[in-house]
């Protein structure tokens, strides 16, 4: 975990890291600095190019943003990085060790350093709030049922859940259940936490709340967090360095005010939320009438 303090959250009037600081206008940054580093990294899914020469960083202590329309792969991205799916060609390091060249015994070491937030939450049906949020403990853990319990507990005061200890998933809203997994991924205090998707389905009180609950995590608990949202406005309250993907690559980066003047047509289509622009709406296919003719032949 950090020693140093991460910075305040971006939507709190905070400061972006910068060169005095040690840090970079442009989210580069020592090596030492960044805790995940993608360079021309190519995947494709049968036949079919995912990321065509992708390159960021995740900045230590910071909130980090990965935004882009449906299907530009950023849910695929945080597969290679957890070490789920391996790249055709480029390079791809957390914490400073390359993902593809760790064995299976040190990439399950890894996965134990870092949190996921899934974006359907992904709580275990069967079993209770305190036992959702108890069972990576149990995994991989030998404490005292009383430790334990006291560990749990803090974990689901942190998100405002404590009081629901002994409830079922299915006696969750939407907003609670996502909540309760969000204590479930930082049980193990991790220094990095990943957000997939945290804003989906929530009403906007809900929204509000994990939103704030991203922010204080990330000071408190001096984690670094990669958020992967298309939620515009959400992220510009919260993230430090946002990354917008498209097309296999990153096509705009910078801190939410930047992402905002850019003046590429892709930028400006997601920014606006535009129907209309280089993102199509048709999935690419042959001509409609020819198909159509060759149905009644």
Not at 72 to 91: E, F, H, P, V, Y
Not at 92 to 100: A, P
Not at 152 to 179: C, F, I, N, T
Not at 235 to 253: F, K, N, Q, T, W
Request: proline letters at 6%.
């Amino acid at each position: 975990m950090s020693a140093a303090p991460p910075p305040a959250a971006a939507g709190a009037g905070s400061q972006v890291p910068t060169p005095a600081d040690g840090g970079s206008a442009t989210g580069e940054g020592r090596p030492e600095d960044n805790v995940v580093r993608v360079r021309d990294l190519h995947y494709s899914i049968g036949g079919r190019a995912i990321f065509a020469g992708l390159s960021l960083q995740v900045r230590r202590g910071g909130i980090t943003a990965v935004m882009g329309p449906s299907g530009t792969g950023k849910t695929t991205l945080l597969r290679l990085i957890m070490g789920q799916a391996r790249a055709d060609r480029g390079s791809l390091s957390v914490f400073g060790e390359d993902v593809e060249g760790l064995s299976r015994e040190r990439l399950y070491a890894l996965r134990q350093r870092v949190g996921m937030l899934f974006q359907n939450g992904a709580l275990l049906t069967d079993l209770s709030v305190f036992e959702n949020v108890a069972f990576p403990v149990r995994e991989h853990a030998r404490l005292p049922e009383s430790v334990l319990r006291e560990l749990v507990l803090m974990k689901l005061q942190a998100v405002g859940l404590r009081g629901a200890a002994g409830l079922m998933p299915s006696e969750l809203s939407g907003g609670m259940a996502r909540r309760v997994a969000l204590a479930r991924a930082i049980v193990m205090d991790p220094e990095l936490l990943i957000y997939d998707e945290p804003f989906v389905g929530l009403d906007p009180i809900s929204m509000g709340v994990i939103r704030r609950l991203i922010q204080s995590l990330n000071q408190t608990l001096g984690i670094t967090s990669i958020v992967v949202s298309h939620d515009v406005r959400e992220i510009a309250l919260i993230a430090h360095y946002s990354y917008l993907l498209s097309g296999g690559r990153v096509v705009a980066e910078g801190t939410p005010g930047e992402l905002a003047a850019a003046s590429g047509e892709v930028v400006r289509q997601f920014m606006s939320g535009s129907p209309d622009g280089p993102v199509p709406f048709h999935y690419p296919a042959g001509d409609y009438f020819q198909q159509l003719i060759e149905r009644d032949r």
